[in-house]
Every structure is written in C-alpha cells, then in structure tokens.
C-alpha cells in the first residue's frame, strides 16, 4: 500500500505533465512516447486495488468530526492529477488561498477558463465549511467576472462566512491578481448531518 505522501508526488508530476503538454508542442516522437508510456502505466495502475474514498471519509467523521480523503478531491485535493494547486491558510475568520491557474486550465488566450475560476471558488469556500466543522453542500454559487483572470500568475482568493439561516450557510469571497479584485463569489452552502455527508448516492 503506498503512502499519501508518494502518491501526493506522483499526483504532482502528473498536473506538471498536463499543464506542460497543454503550453508546449511537442514532437510526434514525444507524443508517441508519452501515449505508450501512459497507457503501460494505466494497465498497472488499474491492477491496483480500488481505492474506497467512502470508506476514508467515514472513518475519519468517526475518529474526529472531519473527513479522510479530501485530498483526492476534484478541484483542490493535492492527491488528484487534475486538481487546481491551493495553498491554503486561516488569517482570523478569513480564508486565503494561494494559486496560478496554469495553462491546462486556460479558456481564450493568456485567460483562465470561467469554470475554472468558479471550481476553484467552490473549493476554497469549502474551506469555511471546515473552519466551522460543519459538513455542507453547495447549495448556490454565483461568480461575477469583473476582469480577465490571467493564467500563469500569481492569483489569492479570498472567503468568508457572512451568515447563516438555519441550515444555510451564506459565503462570499474574492480573486485577486497584483492586488486587483478580478472576480467575486457569494455561495450558499446546505448544513447535513456528518454520517449523510459522508454517504455515496444509490445507484438506482
């Protein structure tokens, strides 16, 4: 069984290969290589054992209120290829993530891809839903775009908790670049019960 950590670095050099094959035009022999050595690598990965990220999750609501297995999450979790950088840090009841959107994430030239941006919204708001220890789901998110976000550049987001209504929780947060809000969020998130967070949806 590997440790988190191994895979956390091989998680890395994955997003650096992505993001390096979407910036570059490599040659035919290149993209040759890169297709055998992926799918030798695929075959081996999927003789693996499954990786039961319900069962990390439920394990760690068990041992302290807080889920397991959220590195592996889709935007923001270190352990998954496709997921956005985040460096994230509590500044009192503030949430500030650092990031560069690289180029795998980029829409119209030199600009991040909208959908990226409200992902990473969503991933870092997420975070206040972990400052407070209450599981939620996104309810809502808005994002209002107010100048292009670049790709390739330093990026801090910003969130907060303004309020809440029984089991709505109302967020908002900002992008900055150089110091200059670029886009603004406001989310509201649905409080659930630990154990139904935690719980994969029915198959039929």
Avoid: W
């Avoid at 040759?32 to 319900?54: F, G, K, N, S, Y």
């Avoid at 500030?96 to 959107?101: M, S, Y």
């Avoid at 708001?125 to 790709?151: D, S």
């Amino acid at each position: 069984m590997a440790t988190e950590a191994t895979r956390s670095t091989a998680a890395a050099r994955l997003r650096d290969l992505a993001h390096s094959f979407a910036a570059h035009d490599p040659s035919d022999e290149v993209l040759t290589q890169i297709a055998t050595t992926a799918a030798e690598l695929t075959r081996e990965v999927d003789e693996a054992p499954i990786r039961d990220r319900l069962a990390l999750m439920r394990r760690g609501f068990e041992e302290s209120g807080m889920g397991l297995g959220f590195e592996d999450r889709a935007v923001g979790g270190g352990s998954n290829p496709t997921s956005v950088e985040l460096d994230v840090r509590y500044d009192g009841d503030e949430i500030i993530a650092d990031l560069v959107l690289r180029r795998a994430f980029e829409g119209a030239p030199g600009r991040a891809h909208g959908g990226m941006v409200a992902a990473a919204f969503d991933d870092v708001t997420g975070f206040v839903i972990a400052q407070i220890q209450e599981p939620a789901f996104t309810g809502e998110l808005t994002v209002r775009y107010l100048a292009p976000v670049p790709v390739d550049e330093p990026l801090e987001l910003r969130a907060r908790l303004d309020g809440r209504e029984r089991r709505k929780l109302f967020i908002s947060g900002e992008a900055r670049a150089d110091g200059t809000v670029i886009a603004t969020c406001r989310a509201i998130y649905i409080t659930v019960d630990p154990g139904v967070f935690a719980q994969a949806p029915d198959p039929r």
